[in-house]
């Protein structure tokens, strides 16, 4: 089955960049879409098909593929951004959807 | 404003069955692909499974671990989608969230419930 690698945690200072990547074995041929699940609610789609971002989501939350990584990049981070961030394809090989495996931002 | 509302969630023991429900508003119902979602106590998101609309043929798939053991449901008259879990086990305890789907990603989410399966 289809495998998504995210690091288990990403530290930043507030105002500055955190970036966090998520590695799948032809990520690039993927669709990928992001997720903010802040503690005790349900997930926000953030950004999909890789850099889109939906209406009412800040400009400080970017996407970008390059190889076998996507990245979502948070700008000028603030504490309102410390979450759980989940990255999220379709598998087209099983018909099924694969999320990967999970990034705690942790705002300092 | 879409919303999704999810019910039915508790305790069941090992070997027991139970039905989530899930009610949709703010958007064309029967138009839409829904899926469940679920997340264990502390780990990470997985997809649980999926229907699609009448229109588009109103199939459901599922995850591996919960093949054969889960159906979905929808009944378009009412707005709502619905989990059949049968032959619960201790790990299939989360909580459930009912999600829109967009083409292949989940646009909205519901509050989700709890399943806890415990002796």
């Not at chain 1, 990403?10 to 802040?38: D, F, L, M």
């Not at chain 1, 996507?70 to 090989?93: I, P």
């Not at chain 2, 305790?11 to 829904?34: D, H, I, Q």
Request: some cysteine; charged content about 20%; hydrophobic content about 30%.
């Amino acid at each position: 089955s289809y495998v998504l690698t995210q690091p288990p945690s990403v530290s930043v200072a507030p105002g500055k960049t955190a970036r966090i990547t998520c590695e799948g074995n032809n990520i690039g041929s993927k669709n990928v879409h992001w997720y903010q699940q802040k503690s005790g609610q349900a997930p926000v789609l953030v950004i999909h098909y890789d850099s889109d971002r939906p209406s009412g989501i800040p400009e400080r939350f970017s996407g970008s593929k390059s190889g076998d990584a996507a990245t979502l990049t948070l700008s000028r981070v603030e504490v309102g951004d410390e979450a759980d961030y989940y990255c999220q394809v379709w598998d087209s090989t099983s018909d099924h959807y694969v999320f990967g495996t999970g990034t705690k931002v942790t705002v300092l | 404003e879409v919303h999704l509302v999810e019910s039915g969630g508790g305790l069941v023991k090992p070997g027991g069955s139970l039905r989530l429900s899930c009610e949709g508003s703010g958007f064309t119902f029967r138009n839409a692909w829904m899926s469940w979602v679920r997340q264990a106590p502390g780990k990470g998101l997985e997809w649980v499974g999926r229907i699609k609309s009448k229109f588009d043929g109103g199939t459901a798939d599922y995850a591996v671990p919960v093949k054969g053991r889960f159906t979905i449901s929808r009944d378009d008259s009412k707005n709502m989608v619905y989990l059949q879990m049968n032959s619960l086990r201790t790990e299939d305890t989360a909580v459930y969230y009912c999600a829109k789907m967009s083409s292949s990603f989940f646009d909205y989410w519901g509050q989700g419930t709890l399943v806890t399966v415990s002796p």
